[in-house]
Every structure is written in C-alpha cells, then in structure tokens.
T-cell receptor, first 115, second 114 residues
C-alpha cells in the first residue's frame, strides 16, 4: 500500500541546535514529496517540496530536506533551531490511483524547541 | 488575495443534524479537497475534485457528500452528523491535478457533534 510515515510523534531540541524531523514513504512511481507546518489554530502552510533534481531541497524559514531514494526517506532539517519553529510538521506524498493523483499526509510530528 | 476561505470556524451539532461546511478559493485552482484532522492520525482525505462537475472519494468518505458546481466553491455536507465526525476539517486547493504543486489550506472548521 502507498503510504507515508513519520515515526516520531514529538521531537524536542534546544534552541540553536540542529533539528531533524523524519519521514519515510512508500509509493508507486516517482515520489513527489512535501513538508507542511501547522501553527496552533491555523491551517497548514507549505514549507518545501521535492519533485526532481537535487536531493537537497531548500525551503521557507531556513528549512531544508534531503531526499534519499535508497532509504525512501525525506527528512526535514534545520541547522539551528529557533523557539518560533515550535509547531506541528507534516510530511506528504503524492500517490497515484488509476487516473487521479492524491496527496496523503503522515500523522505529524510535534516539534518543541526549548530556549 | 483571500486564498482559501472556510466557514464557519466553529460549529456544534447534535447527533442526526445536517450541515454544510463551506469552502471557497479565489485562485482559480482546479483541484480542491477536504481533509479531517484527528489527534495522532494526521490529515485524512475525505473527498476531492479535479474540476467543476468532477468529484471522487478519498480515504474516509462515509457520512460526507460533496459537489463542485463552480471552480471556486467546494462545499462538504454532513447528512446526519455522528459523534465520530467530531474533528477539525480543512479545505485545500492547488493549481493542477498532476500532484506536483503545493496545496493552499483554509484555516479550518472545528466541528463538535454531541
């Protein structure tokens, strides 16, 4: 079955330290991968995506993600965390069903940055 | 540019009542979808539409109906609300059906069924 998984419900990092939020996927065909962020009582906001090309993708707010085809992973990273990065992060992947494409989401990872 | 607008923001329903969650976008996007967000389960796709007049089911369509008479609007109908439908509902739109464009989300509707 086509799916996307975020193995960690919560990630805790001290401000100034690097952070990683993990995502793995299983899809048919070429993977189209996305990261979104959700702040309290808000909708999801797009951070970055991988469609093709360089495996390291840069996005908003200093985030980047590394696509690893052999490990079927798309981990979100940031070199130096800020308290304002605390939020809920979702990985998403395009899946193909007959003639249509859908975007499915992981269960989310809550990122908590302590001062 | 308003983006994706959802109404209402909050709603309390009694079991068995019906209601419609409204979603409108002003970006001329072809693709629109409805998700529900439940703790620990992420976002699950309810229904989606690839253009006016075309809709299809997602992962959890039971208990919900949709229609797409215009490009701008994609309402979600609950015909007979059940407590299991207590959730936060998000509408999203994106430009095309290829799946390579990012989605724009509304602010959500928090629905409680008692």
């Amino acid at each position: 079955a086509q799916s996307v998984a975020q193995p960690e419900d919560q990630v805790n990092v001290a401000e100034g330290n690097p952070l990683t939020v993990k995502c793995t996927y299983s899809v048919s065909g070429n993977p189209y991968l996305f990261w979104y962020v959700q702040y309290p009582n808000r909708g999801l906001q797009f951070l970055l995506k991988y469609i093709t090309g360089d495996n390291l993708v840069k996005g908003s707010y200093g985030f980047e993600a590394e696509f690893n085809k052999s490990q079927t992973s798309f981990h979100l990273k940031k070199p130096s965390a800020l308290v304002s990065d605390s939020a809920l992060y979702f990985c998403a992947v395009r899946v193909l069903y007959s003639s249509a494409s859908k975007i499915i989401f992981g269960s989310g990872t809550r990122l908590s940055i302590r001062p | 540019n308003a983006g994706v607008t959802q109404t209402p923001k909050f709603q309390v329903l009694k079991t068995g009542q019906s209601m419609t969650l409204q979603c409108a976008q002003d970006m001329n996007h072809e693709y629109m979808s409805w998700y529900r967000q439940d703790p620990g389960m992420g976002l699950r796709l309810i229904h989606y539409s690839v253009g006016a007049g075309i809709t299809d089911q997602g992962e959890v369509p039971n208990g919900y109906n949709v229609s797409r008479s215009t490009t701008e609007d994609f309402p979600l109908r609950l015909l007979s609300a059940a407590p299991s439908q207590t959730s936060v509902y998000f509408c999203a739109s994106r430009p095309g059906g290829g799946g390579y464009t990012e989605a724009f989300f509304g602010q959500g509707t928090r629905l409680t069924v008692v």
